[in-house]
Each structure stands twice: as structure tokens, then as C-alpha cells.
């Protein structure tokens, strides 16, 4: 029995490597992007866009998500910020 089974998953993972090898994804191509979307070292703000938090289920509404350094800084209620001079905006479709 354990012959059967080592012959087995020796088949499936023979069989899904080459599988998984014929959907490799090819790179995206942000070289259109703009200089300061390609950085992470620069800062974006995303402004007026929906939120959804890992774990909670809820949506957080209309909120603006400071990035700096390809990390996020901060999350308010759009309303509620002033995004800095210097920092690059993304308007989101809420807004």
C-alpha cells in the first residue's frame, strides 16, 4: 500500500509540475506607469476609495490610504485628510 501511494503522488507531482509550468504568468509591464507609481521609495496617496479590511468583512467607505516606501502609513476617512504637497494622488472612482 505505501508503494501505491508513494507511486501515486510520485505521478501527481510529475504531472502537476508540468501542468503548472504551461500557466506561468507572464511579468505585467509597468514601464507606462509614471516615474513616481514605479518607485516605492516615493509616497502616493489613494484618495477616495472603498476599503476592506483582511479578516473583518466590512467595507470601509470613501477613505484615502497614505503609501510610503511601498508600505501603507495611513488610512482616514477622505474627508478627514489633507494629503501633503509633494505626494503623488490617485483618485480613486468614488470621488
Request: charged fraction near 15%.
Amino acid at each position: 500500500m505505501k508503494a501505491l501511494t508513494a507511486v501515486t503522488l510520485g505521478a501527481v507531482a510529475v504531472g502537476g509540475s508540468t501542468l503548472a509550468a504551461s500557466r506561468v504568468p507572464v511579468a505585467p509591464d509597468f514601464s507606462a506607469l509614471p516615474v513616481a507609481a514605479q518607485s516605492p521609495s516615493s509616497a502616493v496617496a489613494l484618495t477616495h476609495v472603498n476599503v476592506v479590511p483582511m479578516g473583518s468583512g466590512r467595507v470601509l467607505r470613501d477613505q484615502t490610504v497614505l503609501v510610503e516606501q511601498g508600505r501603507i502609513r495611513g488610512l482616514r476617512s477622505a474627508d478627514e485628510v489633507q494629503v501633503p504637497a509633494g505626494v503623488t494622488t490617485v483618485r480613486g472612482m468614488l470621488g
